[in-house]
Each structure stands twice: as structure tokens, then as C-alpha cells.
């Protein structure tokens, strides 16, 4: 499976700020994706990142709230901007391996005050 | 809307039983399906994934896939203590596509 690091591990932000979570992968894979697991939840897809074109968000996720970049097939960021504390979540890339099976980052733990 | 669901438990078993982690899901064209082990602060891991009706074993683990009645298990066999954690259930309609989670299961193995 594909080594995932993300950047930052954790972070605590003030409200009204924008926070930038990185994602790099050792190997090139085709489709990489953007969760958010809310505290004692489960994981909700946020977008998948598409490389060289817009993300593709899911309801109740916009490009305003939420803009992903995806310049190459190993590497992408999401950005929680103007954020408030309800986007305190733990944020988790995940790519999908060359058998179909989806592997997760170690995930950004963002807490907002 | 596609739907994936799990009982939250807690699911208590004393050291050395079998946990059965059971999912339901909504939508019969579903393909893959996926269990994912998640200890507390730390990002899901891949345990298991079948792709056809039946069995498939991996050491301790034996997952189950019945996609006339759209259910899918997880059987822990001979539980540890060290197998206490959420166990999310995962599913996706086309191959290498996103995934729509349950909420998880917890499972608690008591020495």
C-alpha cells in the first residue's frame, strides 16, 4: 500500500483564520479524496481531488469553505478557511491503491477557538 | 441516498470469543466492501475487503458478504484485548471510487 504523510498533525487555529492541510503520497495514484470525522463520528466525504481540475465536492461541501488543490498525482491540499468551531474535525486524505482498496492518511486533528 | 448502517454498541466479549460486526447497506448495485479498524486518535486501517458473496478469511478475520439481503460481516475470531477499537464498515458503487462509511462499531474485548 502507498505511504500517506499529512501535514499539519495538529493544529489549533482561532476562529475567522484559514488553515492549509497538506497530503503527500510516495507513489502516483489516480484518485485521492478529502474526509472530515467530526468528533465521535464517522467519516464524511468532503471532495474528491481531481488532478489538473476543480475538486469534486459532495453536498453540503463548498469550493469557498473548503478549496483543494491537486497539482500532481502524488500530492494535494485542503484548506479550511474562515473557520469557526464547528469545523473542528480530524481532516484525513485518503488514495485509492492499484486493487481498488482505499488507504487513509494519518489524518490533521484542527481544533478552532 | 446511499446508506450504510451499524449498530454503535459498545459490543462487549470476553478475551478468547468470537465478535460478529454486522452492516447493512442501501444500494444493491453496491461493488466493494471494505472493514476498517480505527483505535482512538488514529486514522482508519484497512482490515479486510471482499468483493463476492461468501467468505474470505485473513487470519482472525473472516468477512462475510451477502448481497441479496445486503449485509456484510466481520468475524473476530479468538478476540483480544488488543482488538478493542471502532470497526467502520465501508462501502462504494464503482471500483476505486469514494466511499460512503457506517458509523462504526466499538468493540470492547475484556481480558
Known amino acids: 500500500s502507498a505511504v500517506i504523510s499529512q501535514k499539519p498533525s495538529r493544529d489549533i487555529c482561532q476562529r475567522g483564520t484559514s488553515l492549509t492541510i497538506q497530503c503527500q503520497v510516495d507513489s502516483q495514484v489516480t484518485m485521492m479524496f478529502w474526509y472530515r470525522q467530526q468528533p465521535g463520528q464517522s467519516l464524511t466525504l468532503i471532495a474528491t481531488?481531481?488532478?489538473?481540475?476543480?475538486?469534486?465536492?459532495e453536498s453540503g461541501f463548498v469550493i469557498d469553505k473548503f478549496p483543494i488543490s491537486r497539482p500532481n498525482l502524488t500530492f494535494s491540499t485542503l484548506t479550511v478557511s474562515n473557520m469557526s468551531p464547528e469545523d473542528s474535525s480530524i481532516y484525513l486524505c485518503s488514495v485509492v491503491g492499484s486493487t481498488y482498496e482505499q488507504y487513509f492518511g494519518p489524518g490533521t486533528r484542527l481544533t478552532v477557538t | 441516498q446511499k446508506e450504510v448502517e451499524q449498530n454503535s454498541g459498545p459490543l462487549s466479549v470476553p478475551e478468547g470469543a468470537i465478535a460478529s460486526l454486522n452492516c447493512t447497506y442501501s444500494?444493491?448495485?453496491?461493488?466493494?466492501f471494505f472493514w476498517y479498524r480505527q483505535y482512538s486518535g488514529k486514522s482508519p486501517e484497512l482490515i479486510m475487503s471482499i468483493y463476492s458473496n461468501g467468505d474470505k478469511e485473513d487470519g482472525r478475520f473472516t468477512a462475510q458478504l451477502n448481497k441479496a439481503s445486503q449485509y456484510v460481516s466481520l468475524l473476530i475470531r479468538d478476540s483480544q484485548p488488543s482488538d478493542s477499537a471502532t470497526y467502520l464498515c465501508?462501502?462504494?458503487?464503482?471500483?476505486?471510487?469514494?466511499?460512503?462509511f457506517g458509523g462504526g462499531t466499538r468493540l470492547m474485548v475484556k481480558p
Open positions: 481531488a481531481n488532478q489538473g481540475s476543480e475538486a469534486t465536492y
Open positions: 444500494d444493491r448495485g453496491s461493488q466493494s
Open positions: 465501508a462501502v462504494n458503487f464503482q471500483p476505486g471510487n469514494m466511499l460512503t
